[in-house]
Nanobody, 118 residues
Framework: QVQLVESGGGLVQPGGSLRLSCAAS????????MGWYRQAPGKQRELVAT???????NYADSVKGRFTISRDNARNTVYLQMNSLKPEDTAVYYC????????????WGQGTQVTVSS
């Protein structure tokens, strides 16, 4: 029932920027938190950034100061602004929504590829 659709991935040179978008099927305010994860080939999926219903944010150490998570409640969309991109940021990025209404439950988007290369 819950749908998350990511967009904005692509190929960018080191030092460049991208903005990822995650559009939810319902009000993002209904989720306790939303966030972005990423997974590189041969590696586990890792947390990139999260934003809670109250607006609190947290980031992986590797992206602090470079990435910013934000939301637009009117558009039911969460964004990830990625600046100063590095080759190490190359991965499939997944949108996540967490619902604690009836116990913890996570929803995932299909993922969008981000490639940082010269």
């Amino acid at each position: 029932q819950v749908q998350l659709v990511e967009s904005g991935g692509g190929l960018v040179q080191p030092g460049g920027s991208l903005r990822l978008s995650c559009a939810a099927s319902g009000s993002i305010f209904s989720f306790n938190a939303m966030g972005w994860y990423r997974q590189a080939p041969g590696k586990q999926r890792e947390l990139v950034a999260t934003i809670t219903r109250g607006g609190g944010t947290n980031y992986a150490d590797s992206v602090k100061g470079r990435f910013t998570i934000s939301r637009d409640n009117a558009r039911n969309t969460v964004y990830l602004q990625m600046n100063s991109l590095k080759p190490e940021d190359t991965a499939v990025y997944y949108c996540n929504a967490r619902d604690l209404s009836f116990g913890p439950k996570d929803y995932w988007g299909q993922g969008t590829q981000v490639t940082v290369s010269s």
